[in-house]
């Protein structure tokens, strides 16, 4: 079955630190990638997703993440974090079926 | 403004007694689902819709029902609560989720069940 692994469930950093949260996956075929952002209190919002092309995808508000397929990776990446980037971030996968698949998601806190 | 909109936000009910909540949106997509997060386990689906009168389990269906007689809308019935279906749920819609177009995701409805 399609999976998605979020490795980091807590993440605590201080402001200008940089930030790599981790997503693999189990698929061997085409997927769609994505990762959403959920802000406290809020509905999730999409960040970037990777569809085709070029495997370095930029999103909104500074992220970035890079699709290595031979790693089934899809690992989040922002240079300088904020305090205002405290949120759950999630890792998604569709891998061409009629669903969308999740990770557990990562806890982000960011200290002044 | 394209959105998905749940309604209650905010819910709390006892055990067995019936309950809807609606999902309703304006974007003309023809993909519905219905998540359910728990802390810990991230997003779990329901059930989800490919078009009208077209619905299928999710992940999690014990416990829920669906309908989806018009394409805007598709509320989540809870026919006899249980203390376990407390949770925060989301709908979400796409316009092609094979097409890599990813979810649109209603304000959430935080039900809980006594």
């Known amino acids: 079955a399609q999976s998605v692994s979020q490795h980091n469930h807590h993440v605590i950093l201080s402001e200008a630190a940089s930030l790599e949260l981790g997503c693999n996956y189990s698929y061997g075929g085409t997927v769609n990638l994505f990762w959403y952002v959920q802000y406290p209190g809020q509905h999730l919002q999409l960040l970037l997703k990777y569809f085709s092309g070029d495997p370095l995808v930029k999103g909104i508000k500074g992220f970035e993440a890079e699709f290595i397929k031979s790693k089934f990776s899809f690992n989040l990446r922002k240079p300088s974090v904020q305090w205002s980037d405290t949120a759950e971030y999630f890792c998604a996968v569709n891998a061409n079926t009629d669903k969308l698949i999740f990770g557990t998601g990562t806890r982000l806190q960011v200290f002044p | 403004e394209a959105q998905v909109t749940q309604n209650p936000r905010y819910l709390i009910t006892v055990t067995g007694k019936k309950l809807t909540v609606t999902c309703s949106q304006n974007m003309n997509h023809e993909y519905m689902s219905w998540y359910r997060q728990d802390p810990g386990l991230g997003l779990r689906q329901i059930y989800y819709?490919?078009?009208?009168?077209?619905?299928d389990k999710g992940d999690v269906p014990e416990g829920y029902k669906v309908s989806r007689k018009e394409k805007r809308n598709f509320p989540l019935i809870l026919e006899s609560p249980s203390p376990n279906q407390t949770s925060l749920y989301f709908c979400a819609s796409s316009l092609s989720v094979r097409g890599g177009h990813g979810y649109t995701f209603g304000s959430g409805t935080r039900l809980t069940v006594v």
């Open positions: 819709s490919m078009n009208v009168e077209v619905t």
